[in-house]
């Protein structure tokens, strides 16, 4: 079929629109804070073959592991098996999974009788049943203890939303009310995704949004190897470090080589540490996320993510080390900060190579506590907040104060929203000034955030890294400052473990500060 | 003879455009001169001057402006002081941690803050969320304040503390102090009286830092042309405002300039009896386009300007940074537009003023759509030669003519406005199909057929003295006030008399401006809009009512609307979060056809290129003198602008000088 070079960005501009469609109707709609305030949710629309082809400007990890959530489950459940009408739900890690808070539902869109693309939503459910209120178990021996481990199922049909299946969620998470909602606004997302790609499917005829569909890949394809082949061939090697999980607890190693031949590049992550004692392991497809991530970095060039940009590279990862831990492994933390350490790994490693693309090391954690309060009826009130560190210093430029960095790019719910919602006083939300490292350019600073409970208890679930090893510098750059987390009881001040579930009382303060950038360039 | 021409400008980046109207005798007449960004007030008196009037001649002004926009946008603004809740003064650089883009390191994360650190000031005082006050703000703390404001010698100050929206005892405790030391207090209970701290404080920054300009520029108005209360501006919730209201809120002039365009756009929904329309204000830098229902615009929360928020009730205007002078690049990922422009200066290669960059009106210029003859507001000439040298590498690079090159251009750049269409229509739950498209601007009337043909609309109106067409809004809006204020209360267990109290009261606040112009109460009509929620979410969706409030009533609507917007609704308890009240006194004043000419006469015929009708020796139509329907493909013009009709369409006059463009049917 001949395919004229403006159909394909029409189409292009088309599936784009499409996906950011979906994220506005999942946030709007939604009912969990997290969703609606914090925007922890990201669209995608994939080829009938699953390959990514448009998302919206969510979050970069989401979107990574999306690139595989439709190809890992066609292989368990073929397309054939699938009608007009089906939505899945499913949040398996095997099935190009992330962990198990991150819910998918995905809709085969049909056109003509025949499967054209699919439409996946993807939300943080900020409670999905297992051990510890928010699903976070820092101590996890598996990922049973974790939380519900749902299988691809229907949850909807051409005859409607299964009642039992809603039942059955309901009745395994403490938020069920905010549950129905959220999954409700997922569905409806999927549907708005449909009816574009329906439209597109009528306006340019199906055989020709279906060849549009390759050439996008093949267009990201040739940019990346463009890309690639403008580095220099050679074998560079970067590492950097959880804070603890390794043997004996100690830091636990994240190691990549890179090759870069020609124009393609191999990412071996084999020399990482073994499977962790904690919830930092994650999966292989959140590793390829991380290098997909760090692959768009180093082109420096400003392309369309999707499934042809992948082509060129290749990810390996070994069996029992932290990104293959296997299957009943725990990961919820793994997500969002071992996939940070991917990245910050490789800038390493290509920090002689390309040191005005990269940025010095960021703060790269989510910072995350989540509280939990029972309420009278047995179920519970879940705030899950995440916090801004400094971001790095670059060539030109200092770092920024408080800002997400990378794969993460989730807000703050305000303090103003929490304290109309939950017995949490937010005392303090202000810059950690000086926390950001020394530099020609100094690294950003963090935030610090100060909570106090009004409630009788709590509970809490802390996910910080970077309290031991701090952000790296880079050409000379000093480090950011380390994070700290601080519980304040009467006139006790305890520092707190920064993977741990605890139980608060009341008049406790929590307070994070987070960690600043690294600087760059000698001061 | 005197005092009898209402007069309405817009004023934008590259044009001022005016049109005056005679009350009694419905002359209308027309004119576009070249802006004056350092001397706006000299350019709207050179316009008055451009329509044979004197200023003596004016009894009503009324403008559109981009002045504060524009000032926010370039981030040419005074220092100003933030005072904060100790404990939060570092909100505005703390922002809400995202950054705005995903994979570019080279540009920095997010916006620099409004004002500077050592500018923010940290109050020891606190309020929760129901506006108890946990820790009382102390006379010795106002006096520290104070003399820490007199140290800076600062003239605006924006004050925004935790919870003032539920409480404002210590916001007006400061402002009664602070009146006596600094010109321009902005308090954030009043610029936007809602919750979410950050939103709050950057929207009072702005007011703040809009402030000084906005006297500035305003005073001089009023000094050069002393008509009272006939000088009055543009609001961004789409109506006029005299100019002693705006000074302490010159925010509400934010979207001044798009919302004018939108008012007219109501002005011909009505007029038309069009249910359903999208407007489509194509200018130079940007295009603007918005859904207006039943006769009414979309209102929105707020808005980004440069990448801070803005909240405030106004006209929901989606603004996409593409339009005529949007630099089209080829390259190995495919073939884009924008969002990089060439701007004004210095434009389009076609203006012949140094644009060596190919941009959408290149394109459009080399498919012959604009007059070579015409000079644009008598200073722009069009160099056809220009714009085929720099199309010609891309059509070198795809392998395909000059011709085929520029129509894929134009195509690309479409599905970048569908794209615009699709964001305002699907935020309502609507099919933009259904509507009709009103295309104005410089650059609409010339996309319109093409973008509809993509997008599957099926009825286009280029209005009257559509270049002129914001300026026409200034002179055919209502006169309306708006104010929105947070309830928070839920359906079950409703206290009715309590509620009912609280929005009788605030219809009578929006009043008051009305009343102050001398019109008269019977003539104003209150229009009530409940913004409403399920108790979990925080998106509020607008549910219109009537008093008095029958509750089993609103709860049906907001249901009926939930399921129009996301595809389902739920029994959970839902919650008025706040009620909007817009007092308005329709608009009387009828347009009649604008007496406009070509300026320099058309050939009969043009060579020009169309989807599938290439170099085709194309009619080129007067439009002033358009009596009947013309069958496509033809070129009409008249002295700003062009409508493109390409061949399968079709366009129909009617006797207001509108133009319906439809396909033939087949």
Redesign the interface.
């Known amino acids: 079929m001949k395919l004229d070079p403006f159909a394909v960005e029409v189409i292009r501009h088309g599936l784009s629109a499409a996906a950011e469609e979906m994220s506005l109707v999942m946030t709007r709609s939604a009912r969990s804070p997290l969703l609606r305030e914090a925007g922890d949710l990201s669209s995608a629309i994939t080829d009938a073959q699953g390959e990514l082809v448009g998302q919206g400007r969510d979050i970069p990890v989401h979107l990574g592991a999306m690139a595989y959530t439709i190809r890992e489950l066609l292989k368990v459940v073929p397309a054939a098996t699938l009608s007009e009408g089906d939505v899945l739900i499913y949040n398996l890690g095997a099935l190009g999974g992330n962990h198990l808070n991150d819910v998918k539902v995905v809709r085969p869109v049909f056109f003509e009788g025949d499967i054209v693309a699919f439409a996946v939503s993807l939300a943080h459910w900020p409670d999905i049943g297992g051990t510890w209120p928010g699903s976070y178990l820092a101590k996890a021996i598996d990922t049973f203890q974790e939380a519900l481990r749902i299988p691809p199922i229907k949850v909807a049909t051409a005859a409607g939303v299964s009642d039992a299946i809603v039942q059955f969620l309901k009745v395994n998470v403490r938020d069920p009310e905010s549950c129905e909602g959220d999954l409700l606004g997922q569905i409806a997302c999927t549907l708005a995704g449909k009816k574009r790609i329906i439209e597109l499917c009528k306006q340019h005829s199906k055989a020709m949004f279906v060849a549009a569909l390759s050439r996008l890949h093949d267009l990201s394809e040739a940019e990346m190897r463009e890309a690639i082949l403008g580095l220099p061939d050679g074998v560079y090697e970067g590492e950097d470090f959880l804070d603890d999980g390794g043997p004996g607890d100690e830091p636990a190693r994240i190691h990549v080589k890179i090759t870069i031949k020609g124009d393609e590049a191999t990412f071996d992550l084999s020399e990482s540490c073994d499977r962790v004692s904690n919830f930092c392991n994650t999966t292989s497809f959140i590793a390829k996320s991380a290098v997909a991530y760090s692959a768009r970095i180093m082109s420096g060039r400003d392309m369309q993510q999707n499934g042809g940009a992948l082509r060129p590279l290749t990810i390996i990862t070994r069996p029992g080390s932290i990104f293959e831990p296997g299957l009943t492994a725990p990961v919820a933390a793994g997500n969002h900060e071992t996939s940070l350490r991917i990245v910050d790994a490789i800038f390493l490693a290509m920090q002689d190579v390309i040191p005005e693309r990269l940025s010095s090391g960021g703060a790269t954690t989510s910072g995350m506590l989540s509280f939990a309060e029972p309420r009278q009826d047995g179920s519970w009130k879940m705030l899950y907040e995440v916090h801004a560190g400094g971001e790095g210093a670059r060539h030109n430029r200092a770092g920024c104060a408080a800002t997400r960095v990378h794969l993460t790019n989730t807000s703050n719910t305000p303090a103003e929203a929490i304290e109309a919602n939950y017995n949490i006083r937010v005392e303090q939300q202000a810059i950690r000034w000086g926390s950001g490292g020394a530099g020609a350019y100094p690294g950003g600073d963090g935030v610090v955030r100060s909570y106090r409970i009004l409630a009788s208890s709590m509970h809490l679930t802390s996910c910080v890294e970077r309290k031991l090893i701090p952000p790296f510098g880079l050409k000379g750059g000093a480090p950011g400052e380390t994070a700290r987390l601080t519980l304040t009881r009467g006139s006790e001040v305890i520092d707190v473990e920064g993977k741990s579930n605890l139980v608060l009382q009341r008049d406790d303060v929590i307070t994070i500060e987070m960690c600043g950038g690294g600087g760059y360039g000698r001061a | 003879m005197t005092n009898i021409w209402e007069i309405g400008t817009d004023i934008g980046g590259t044009f001022t455009d005016i049109i005056a109207i005679r009350r009694d005798t419905s002359e209308t007449r027309i004119a576009k001169v070249p802006s004056r960004p350092h001397a706006p007030v000299q350019a709207m008196l050179e316009a008055i001057e451009a329509v044979g009037l004197r200023r003596s001649d004016v009894k009503r002004f009324i403008h559109g402006t981009t002045r504060i926009t524009n000032a926010i946008v370039e981030e040419r603004l005074p220092k100003i002081a933030l005072i904060a809740t100790k404990?939060?003064?570092?909100?505005l650089?703390?922002?809400?941690?995202?950054?705005r883009d995903?994979?570019?390191?080279?540009i920095?994360?997010?916006a620099k803050s409004l004002v500077p650190?050592e500018m923010c000031f940290a109050l020891d005082e606190r309020l929760?969320?129901e506006g108890q006050v946990l820790k009382p703000l102390a006379e010795a703390e106002i006096e520290r304040l104070i003399a820490w404001l007199k140290e800076t010698g600062v003239e605006s100050v924006a004050v925004s503390l935790?919870?003032a929206?539920a409480n404002p005892v210590h916001e007006q405790m400061l402002a009664e102090r602070l009146k006596a030391i600094v010109p321009y207090v902005s308090l954030s209970h009043e610029i936007n009286p809602e919750?979410?701290?950050?939103?709050r404080t950057s929207s009072t920054a702005f007011n703040a830092a809009a402030m000084p300009i906005a006297v500035e520029y305003l005073s001089e108005l009023e000094e050069r042309l002393p008509i009272g209360a006939g000088l009055q501006v543009f609001h961004s919730a789409g109506a006029m405002i005299p100019i002693s209201a705006v000074k302490r809120r010159p925010l509400v002039m934010a979207m001044s300039g798009p919302a004018a365009g939108v008012a007219a756009s109501v002005s011909i929904a009505r007029q038309l009896k069009k249910s359903r329309v999208l407007t489509f204000d194509m200018g130079g830098t940007t295009t603007d386009v918005c859904l207006i229902v039943d006769g009414q615009a979309e209102m929105a929360d707020g808005k980004m300007l440069g990448d801070r928020p803005l909240r405030q009730p106004m006209l929901a205007v989606h603004s996409i940074g593409a339009g005529g002078g949007s630099i089209v690049r080829a390259?190995?990922?495919?073939?884009?537009v924008g969002p990089e422009s060439a701007g004004s200066e210095p434009g389009p290669a076609c203006y012949g003023r140094g644009g060596t960059k190919p941009t959408i009106t290149d394109a459009n210029a080399l498919l012959g759509y604009l007059n070579p003859e015409t000079k644009l507001g008598d200073r722009i000439g069009i160099d056809v030669d220009a714009a085929a040298r720099v199309i010609e590498p891309i059509a070198q690079g795809?392998g395909l003519s000059l011709t085929e090159t520029a129509?894929?251009?134009i195509?690309?750049a479409?599905?970048?406005m569908?794209?615009a269409l699709?964001?305002v229509t699907?935020?309502r739950g609507i099919d933009g199909r259904d509507c009709t498209l009103l295309a104005f601007g410089g650059g609409g009337p010339m996309h319109a057929a093409g973008l509809a043909e993509?997008y599957?609309i099926t009825e286009i109106v280029v209005p009257a003295a559509s270049s002129a067409f914001s300026a026409l809004g200034c002179l055919t809006a209502d006169f309306s006030f708006l104010q929105q204020q947070t309830l928070r209360v839920a359906l079950d267990g409703i206290d009715l008399t309590r509620v009912t109290q609280r929005i009788e009261a605030l219809g009578e606040q929006t009043v008051v401006p009305l009343l102050a112009n001398a019109i008269p109460r019977d003539s104003i009509q209150i229009e009530l809009v409940a913004l409403m929620r399920?108790a979990?979410?925080?998106?509020a969706i607008p549910v219109p009512f009537t008093m008095p409030l029958d509750v089993d009533r609103l709860r049906q609507d907001f249901l009926v609307k939930?399921r129009e917007?996301?595809?389902?609704a739920?029994n959970?308890s839902c919650v008025i979060e706040s009620v909007r009240a817009q007092a308005r006194q329709p608009s009387t004043t009828e347009v009649s056809r604008p007496t406009t000419v070509l300026r320099a006469k058309a050939a009969p015929k043009r060579r020009c290129s169309f989807d599938g009708a290439l170099d085709v020796m194309t009619d080129v139509i007067d439009r002033s003198a358009m009596t009947s329907v013309v069958i496509g493909p033809a070129i009409i013009e008249d002295a700003w602008s062009t409508v493109v009709l390409p061949a399968q369409w079709q366009a129909t006059p009617d006797s207001n000088g509108n133009l319906y463009l439809a396909k033939v049917a087949s």
Request: aromatic share 12%; glycine share 10%.
């Open positions: 404990g939060f003064e570092d909100v650089e703390i922002a809400r941690y995202r950054r995903l994979y570019r390191l080279d920095a994360p997010k650190r929760d969320h935790l919870h929206y919750a979410r701290e950050y939103e390259g190995a990922g495919g073939l884009t795809l129509l894929g251009i195509r690309v479409n599905a970048t569908a794209r699709r964001r699907v935020e993509l599957g399920y979990a979410q925080a998106d939930h917007l996301f595809g389902y739920t959970e």
